[in-house]
T-cell receptor, first 111, second 116 residues
Framework: RKEVEQDPGPFNVPEGATVAFNCTYSNSASQSFFWYRQDCRKEPKLLMSVYSSGNEDGRFTAQLNRASQYISLLIRDSKLSDSATYLC????????????FGQGTELSVKP | DAGVIQSPRHEVTEMGQEVTLRCKPISGHNSLFWYRQTMMRGLELLIYFNNNVPIDDSGMPEDRFSAKMPNASFSTLKIQPSEPRDSAVYFCASNLGDRGLLGELFFGEGSRLTVL
């Protein structure tokens, strides 16, 4: 089983739609969680951290469920510019700061 | 401020040749990571360093791969001999380690390797 698993998609949605991505992780000692965004043929960039209480950044909401070992990202009122691949990332503090990426979920927002 | 700098950006080589990828992390960052990305396997962690010391190289696929960090401002990833299945985008990334946001990695633009 992969350490971090995501539905690869693609998710094809119209502008203005709400879309949600889920990610599961296998290491229960995982310390911290993040969502990254990667545009086509570019490097990944940090989108947002994921806090236990859930957190919001504009149209983006991240949730963490430690008991079920999953993380989610919700995008409301999606824009054309949201089209990208979204990568779930797990930080393993007990392995010296190892950062493990999921395979990514591709999102395509259409007019 | 300069970000993470990788070279070469693109390399096309023939099977059996040695490939050396280079990375200059952001000044002041004390952790450096090498990742490989392919369509089939996504972004895989190959090796990472803290304060120039390799911490975990369990992701290095085989003995043909080696990485060094002789000082805080330079790292290399070497493949010898290269094989077609090594074709991928190789990313270098750095961060402040435990002095910053733990999960915030700053990536270079990547080195796209094609082995014929």
């Amino acid at each position: 089983r992969k350490e971090v698993e995501q539905d690869p998609g693609p998710f094809n949605v119209p502008e203005g739609a709400t879309v949600a991505f889920n990610c599961t992780y296998s290491n229960s000692a995982s310390q911290s969680f993040f969502w990254y965004r990667q545009d086509c043929r570019k490097e990944p960039k940090l989108l947002m951290s994921v806090y236990s209480s859930g957190n919001e950044d504009g149209r983006f909401t991240a949730q963490l469920n430690r008991a079920s070992q999953y993380i989610s990202l919700l995008i409301r009122d999606s824009k054309l510019s949201d089209s990208a691949t979204y990568l779930c990332v797990v930080y393993l503090y007990n392995q010296g700061g190892k950062l493990i990426f999921g395979q990514g979920t591709e999102l395509s927002v259409k007019p | 401020d300069a970000g993470v700098i990788q070279s070469p950006r693109h390399e096309v080589t023939e099977m059996g040749q040695e490939v050396t990828l280079r990375c200059k992390p952001i000044s002041g960052h004390n952790s450096l990571f090498w990742y490989r990305q392919t369509m089939m396997r996504g972004l895989e962690l190959l090796i990472y360093f803290n304060n120039n010391v390799p911490i975990d190289d369990s992701g290095m696929p085989e003995d043909r791969f080696s990485a060094k960090m002789p000082n805080a401002s330079f790292s290399t990833l070497k493949i010898q001999p290269s094989e077609p299945r090594d074709s991928a985008v190789y990313f270098c990334a750095s961060n402040l380690g435990d002095r910053g946001l733990l999960g915030e990695l700053f990536f270079g633009e990547g080195s796209r390797l094609t082995v014929l």
